[in-house]
């Protein structure tokens, strides 16, 4: 019987825990009780672990009384995790049980917990968008994926934020049981099995902060001001009363894009309100953000996003489906 692992802590996401469980223990339901997922749960504390929504779980075992050989052990995450010290007994505890395992890995930010054990060094992993730097920051040997909804590197597997988990335990089933057992679970949840595109779609663009008085932001409000219009950087520079060149090369240093990627970033983002917040056609959504053609509109949400701009207006439409 395969065997797999959840570590869990006070203020865990509960659906870090349940998403994956769910995975596994439906996928019971259409397998020879020989192959059944056997499930470990085990908790950083003795007694109850209260969640951070307010669910209280309580973990089958307390960590350091685990000394298995897990096929599969995972970490969950939980949004206060990434602000907690390193704990010297669990890290060396995971380091150790991550070597006896046949794969380990993260769901959410549980990377921080694989990061403190030295688990990430040389690693390319994948976690929520929202605390990709932070992790980047402090494990600067691992390689940090922003934008992948779960990523399998050698032995190490990782999952972007929260539902994600739900993505990379059917990507393991898949693996382990083939794609049909996958999708009977995935129909059995509701869920996709494959998600289209990464987790750019939904997390908002965002730039770093600079001076409001300098060429870099005056630039910045002109374009979010005249997305339709052209904005090549002999037009900014011309604005801001610099050359060409050195407008690109200040621009590049204070915001770590280029002019180009900003303009492009800003369009895609105010073309992503359009299509949240109305029903208009995508040509008049292209011209609108300065796209010029509906065709060019697709190309860069492909390319950004994963997926398309019809697909984009599908999945996070505000107004009404009738």
Not at 46 to 71: E, F, K, M, P, T
Not at 88 to 105: D, E, I, K, P, V
Not at 183 to 210: C, D, E, I, K, W
Not at 237 to 254: D, H, I, Y
Request: hydrophobic fraction near 45%; proline fraction near 5%; charged fraction near 15%.
């Amino acid at each position: 019987m395969p065997s797999i692992a959840i570590l869990i802590f006070p203020g865990v996401q509960a659906l870090d825990v349940s998403g994956p469980m769910d995975v596994f223990a439906e996928a019971n339901s259409f397998l020879p009780a020989q192959r059944h997922y056997a499930i470990d749960v085990l908790g950083t504390q003795d007694g109850v672990l209260r969640c951070s929504n307010g669910l209280c779980l309580a973990a089958h075992r307390y960590y350091a009384q685990a000394q298995d050989a897990y096929d599969l052990l995972l970490v969950a995450g939980g949004p206060g995790l990434p602000a907690q010290p390193r704990d010297a007994a669990l890290s060396a505890w995971l380091a150790q049980a991550a070597g006896r395992a046949g794969r380990h890995g993260s769901i959410c930010n549980g990377a921080f917990l694989l990061g403190h054990a030295g688990l990430l060094d040389g690693k390319k992993v994948a976690t929520h968008w929202n605390d990709a730097a932070a992790l980047a920051a402090a494990f600067p040997l691992a390689r940090v994926d922003a934008d992948s909804i779960y990523l399998h590197d050698g032995n190490l597997v990782s999952s972007a934020g929260v539902t994600a988990g739900i993505d990379l335990s059917l990507s393991l089933l898949a693996g382990d049981g083939g794609a049909q057992l996958a999708l009977q679970v995935a129909r059995r949840l509701v869920v996709y099995t494959q998600r289209q595109g990464g987790q750019s779609q939904f997390s908002p663009y965002l730039t770093p902060a600079v001076d409001a008085a300098s060429p870099v932001a005056q630039a910045q409000q002109y374009v979010l001001a005249h997305l339709a219009e052209e904005l090549g950087v002999d037009t900014l520079a011309q604005l801001v009363a610099m050359s060409p060149r050195n407008f690109a090369r200040v621009f590049v240093r204070e915001l770590g894009v280029t002019p180009a990627q900003f303009v492009e970033s800003a369009r895609l983002d105010a073309a992503r309100a359009l299509l949240e917040a109305g029903d208009a056609p995508l040509k008049t959504v292209a011209w609108r953000c300065g796209f010029g053609t509906a065709d060019q509109l697709r190309t860069v949400f492909l390319r950004r996003l994963g997926v398309s701009a019809k697909q984009y207006r599908q999945n996070f439409s505000s107004r009404p489906r009738g």
